[in-house]
């Protein structure tokens, strides 16, 4: 039997491949750091937990609404409007199993073979492989290092086309940990604000900061209709496997959203969702202590990477990945990622596996302690002194 034509389009993603390669090498006795995977390495907060299991106990087991039950969509909208200033309501939010479906349905819902797709590149892998996978074009937006990994606005407006159907927006960013800053965000609405698209803009990473909070093109003017916010539980509480997300979107688009929600998975499973109330209603401290260690990591590490040769990276605004140029290093991205696996027993992603513009750059999820990072930077340092000081000859892998 042949898999239908549509699944040579779709991609898949390196983290996971990078992990599993990375186990391999542990079984056979060798040690690795892990700063391949995208997720906080801290607990889910006690009473998160302690609400799921409330939930548990009181029968909270069986299907519920396909958008989500009304009691967690309130609380979601209650915490956008905060936290974005805007002012939205439990009609506008679709709770999903995570906040990947919040690429991919939108994404089914509006896009037609041809129609064209602005996205940031490097960027979440996904962005590219859905676009592809649905016959949309893919125009990928570099980010550029100098900008603090922004765009370039007037590349932007040279890329916007009347066949432009979406615009993909992702601050705090995977991979490079870039914030688009306030007066770009100011600038992009201007751009798009008259066009006849709409605006993913993929806030995941919205509470891992760093200085100012992001700010949400959804609350500039004339954007609220016209942008689909994508956060969810994941990063913020550490409840990656909960599988547990949310969108942000106009009425109309819910509604998709919600047909597609119950062609695939009916609902959220239900006594997530009243974990979910305690997430956002109950106490913060353990997101504010979360981002405090991830920032005194980030500095550490970000500050002892520089030293290594051929290594430059500068301190990202948010999320917690450290995109390190290795230009200096004369090694492209993926042979760089495989020498940090073998050579020195750290666990990395090439930057081209966000794309093309990724090329030149090794990601670093500094999810991990600051021992573990610290003896991941002395490995690397050591590993790229050993090999650039052996002739060149000999460097050829
Ligand atoms: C930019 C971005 N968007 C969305 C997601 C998906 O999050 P979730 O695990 O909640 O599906 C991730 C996860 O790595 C991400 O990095």
């Not at 700063?35 to 299907?63: C, M, N, Q, S, V």
């Not at 969810?232 to 688009?253: D, H």
């Not at 520089?306 to 430059?312: D, E, K, T």
Request: charge should be negative.
């Amino acid at each position: 039997m042949k898999l239908a034509k549509r699944m040579d389009r779709i991609l898949v993603e390196s983290a996971f491949e990078v992990l599993v390669r990375a186990r391999a090498l542990e079984a056979q006795g060798r040690s690795i750091v892990h700063l391949e995977i995208g997720e906080p390495d801290f607990p889910t907060p006690a009473h998160i937990i302690d609400a799921a299991k409330r939930a548990l106990d009181e029968g909270w087991t069986h299907y519920g609404p396909t958008q989500g039950y009304p009691e967690l969509r309130e609380a979601v909208a209650g915490y956008v409007s905060r936290t974005r200033g805007i002012q939205v309501g439990p009609q506008h939010v679709s709770i999903v199993p995570g906040g990947k479906p919040i690429i991919f349905f939108p994404m089914l819902a509006l896009l037609e073979p041809g129609d064209e797709v602005i996205y940031p590149n490097p960027g979440f892998p996904i962005y590219e492989s859905m676009i592809g996978f649905l016959g949309s074009i893919p125009v990928p937006m570099p980010l550029l290092e100098d900008r603090g990994f922004s765009f370039d606005l007037d590349l932007l407006r040279a890329k916007l086309t009347d066949r432009t159907k979406m615009l993909i927006l992702n601050s705090p960013q995977n991979p490079t940990g870039g914030v688009i800053p306030a007066d770009d965000i100011r600038a992009i609405a201007e751009l798009v604000r008259d066009r006849d698209l709409l605006v993913l803009s993929d806030e995941i990473y919205s509470r891992i900061c760093y200085g100012d909070p992001p700010v949400s093109i959804a609350s500039m003017p004339g954007m609220l209709e016209k942008t689909i916010i994508l956060d969810g539980f994941s990063k913020t509480y550490a409840m990656t496997g909960w599988r547990m997300g949310y969108g942000v979107m106009p009425e109309w688009l819910v509604e998709a959203v919600s047909k597609l929600m119950v062609n695939s998975n009916s609902c959220t499973a239900s006594f997530t969702q009243r974990a979910g109330i305690a997430a956002l209603e109950e106490s913060q401290d353990a997101v504010d202590a979360m981002v405090a260690e991830f920032r005194r990591r980030r500095d550490a590490f970000c500050d002892a990477l520089n030293r290594a040769p051929g290594f430059r990276c500068a301190r990202p605004g948010g999320a917690f990945y450290a995109f390190a140029n290795v230009q200096g290093t004369a090694m492209s991205s993926r042979d760089m990622a495989d020498f940090l696996l073998h050579e020195a027993g750290v666990a990395s992603l090439s930057g081209a596996s966000f794309g093309q513009y990724g090329e030149g750059y090794v990601r670093f999820s500094y999810a991990n302690s600051l021992e573990n990072l610290m003896e991941a930077v002395e490995r690397i340092r050591k590993a790229v002194e050993r090999t650039l000081s052996a002739p060149l000859t000999a460097r050829r892998r």
